[in-house]
């Protein structure tokens, strides 16, 4: 049983997660990563340039969000 919970934290294989990493992150999503107020995380993006959109919602690269 401890083997499974185990592979399930070394694993990121839900689509959820695998989104967020291959084609970016939503400000809430940043503002929970870098745990910082969406506002300023919108403040600090403010001038990236989305690199997509996920159910008609902005998605910004997140080593672009990071370098902000």
Same mark, same amino acid.
């Given at each position: 049983m401890a083997t499974k919970a185990k592979d399930q934290l070394e694993r990121s294989?839900?689509?959820?997660t695998t !989104? &967020? &990493?291959?084609?970016? !992150?939503? &400000?809430?999503q940043l503002a929970i990563m870098f745990k910082m107020d969406n506002k300023v995380?919108?403040?600090?993006c403010s001038s990236l340039v989305p690199v997509?959109?996920?159910r008609g919602t902005a998605v910004y690269? &997140?080593?672009e !969000? !990071?370098?902000?």
């Open positions: 294989d839900d689509p959820e !989104a &967020i &990493i291959y084609e970016g !992150a939503t &400000i809430r995380v919108m403040q600090k997509g959109s996920r690269s &997140i080593p !969000a !990071a370098a902000r």
